[in-house]
């Protein structure tokens, strides 16, 4: 993982704008709300621009293109020090062994309120509300320990067409401050989906929509045949909260049925991000203190519920998989590859 300078997608260096903390998650939600109803009236209302639908300035019938800002957000002097009482908490309720040493899953957990004050940015084109979670990819370079000040640093870039909307990558990095200059320690790239929202198509958009994970839509049920199971997960319905708590993530998608099926759920669902951390803490050890982790989404994990997961060796390092075990419908997939 080399240093590199954020930029837009037409290779222009972004501007850095440097916050004084982390932002707090709640109120960022709140923001989200707003600016995504601000979003979904513009669309509804007939005669006006609508970002994504727009016509043009010459008229020529073509959407209006979408934006993504042009700053990169980034705070110094992010103590770890008073965290360790956080930390554990955090790794008892992921499986992971109890230490000073901060999982991926964790610099994830701090990173992840900066990526969201982009994405409710007023200039950020799409909803926050809505957004599909469709895939994490992230890189560990060594240990981070309690004790080490961070600088974290968030942008948005990559915004490119899916088959049922846009997508979009939030890239966070995290640096020890110590070591100014250097490449960061930690580097995670999430990727959403926006549904209703188009963006003309290239070639190599076109190549790569195979490649690309769908969502829901990936591995339904009678598909693929389930491998052999190395664990299973017992989730009850405060799965979503204890998580939350951790987290910060209070979505009312996790933590309620009640509040679920406000957004159209039957029950609570897990956060992506714990079953995610939940399988690389299953990995386990041999990961060791460098690798890269990837995870691609697909249906939604219901609380209280179980999941079968299967973790296996593969050519560069491991496997996993995680699914409904009565259904044998695939809820996420992934690798660790140890660098």
């Known amino acids: 993982m080399t240093a590199t300078a954020p930029a837009t997608s037409a290779g222009e260096p972004l501007r850095v704008e440097t916050l004084p903390t982390l932002p707090g998650l709640g109120t960022l939600y709140a923001r989200g709300a707003a600016a995504s109803g601000r979003i979904a009236a513009g669309r509804a209302m007939p005669g006006l621009p609508v970002i994504g639908q727009a ?43 109890v230490t000073d040493v901060l999982p991926a899953g964790y610099l994830h957990v701090l990173a992840f309120p ?8 007023g200039d950020f084109p ?40 846009v997508q979009v990558d939030l890239v966070a990095e995290v640096r020890r401050q110590a070591d100014p200059g250097s490449a960061p320690v930690w580097r995670g790239v999430s990727t959403y989906l926006a549904k209703g929202f188009h963006l003309p198509w290239t070639a190599a958009d076109a190549d790569g929509a195979a490649q690309e994970p769908d969502g829901e839509e990936r591995a339904p049920a009678g598909t693929w045949t389930p491998p052999l199971p190395t664990g299973r997960w017992a989730l009850g319905p405060g799965t979503g909260r204890a998580y939350g708590a951790v987290s910060g993530d209070r979505n009312p998608i996790h933590l309620s049925a009640l509040s679920a099926k406000a957004f159209g759920f039957p029950r609570a669902i897990a956060h992506g991000m714990y079953t995610a951390a939940r399988a690389l803490a299953d990995v386990g050890h041999a990961r060791g203190d460098d690798y890269r982790w990837t995870v691609e989404f697909a249906s939604p994990v219901l609380l209280p519920g179980t999941v079968d ?23 996420f997939r992934g690798t660790v590859t140890p660098l």
């Not at 293109?65 to 008073?82: E, R």
């Not at 900066?114 to 940015?121: E, P």
């Not at 491991?318 to 695939?330: E, L, M, S």
Request: no cysteine; proline share 8%.
């Open 126 to 165: 799409l909803p926050l509300l809505g957004m599909v979670h469709l895939a994490n990819a992230v890189e560990l370079r060594g240990p981070v320990v309690l004790g080490d000040v961070l600088e974290v640093r968030a942008w948005a870039e990559n915004l490119r067409p899916h088959k049922r909307g």
């Open 309 to 331: 997961v299967a973790v296996t060796p593969d050519a560069d390092g491991f496997a996993y998989v995680g699914w409904n075990g009565g259904r044998g419908r695939q809820h």
């Open 114 to 121: 900066l990526a969201t004050a982009v994405m409710v940015r």
């Open 55 to 97: 016509r043009s300035a010459e008229g020529d019938g073509e959407p209006a293109p979408l934006t993504l800002p042009d700053v990169a957000y980034h705070v110094t002097g992010v103590p770890t020090a008073d965290l360790a009482h956080h930390l554990h908490d955090y790794q008892r309720l992921l499986h992971e062994p």
